[in-house]
C-alpha cells in the first residue's frame, strides 16, 4: 500500500519472505541507519510514524509500552510512554509515534 500521503515499509528480521524485495520490504534488523533512508525525518510537520510489532521490538523502535484495561469492555489496550528507543534517539516526539 502506498499513495502520496501513506507509505508502508515492511522489514523482516530473519527467514525468506514472499516475493521480492522492493523499496517497501526490506531484511534485517532495523537501526538508525534504515530509519534515516525510509522515514521521514522528525523535522517535517504532519507525520506519524506507527509501529507494530512485539512488545520487544516496539520497545526497541519507541520505548516501552504499558497495557491498560478499559473499565468498560475489559479489553487491554498498549499505551505509549515517551519516546525514547531508536526513534527517541532520532528526535522523534510522542506525538509523532503510535504503537499498535
Do not use: W
Not at 2 to 23: I, Q, S
Not at 44 to 65: N, Q, R
Amino acid at each position: 500500500l502506498e499513495c502520496d500521503r501513506f507509505k508502508v515499509l515492511t522489514t523482516f528480521t530473519r527467514g525468506e519472505e514472499k516475493g521480492e524485495l522492493r523499496p517497501t520490504r526490506t531484511r534485517g534488523h532495523i537501526d538508525t541507519t534504515k530509519i534515516k533512508r525510509f522515514l521521514p525525518p522528525p523535522t517535517e510537520e504532519d507525520i506519524v510514524i506507527f509501529v507494530c510489532g512485539s512488545d520487544g521490538f516496539v520497545e526497541a523502535m519507541a520505548g516501552p509500552v504499558t497495557r491498560v484495561r478499559d473499565a468498560a469492555t475489559g479489553a487491554k489496550h498498549k499505551v505509549q510512554g515517551p519516546t525514547l528507543g531508536l526513534l527517541g534517539e532520532l528526535g522523534y516526539n510522542p506525538h509523532q509515534v503510535m504503537t499498535l
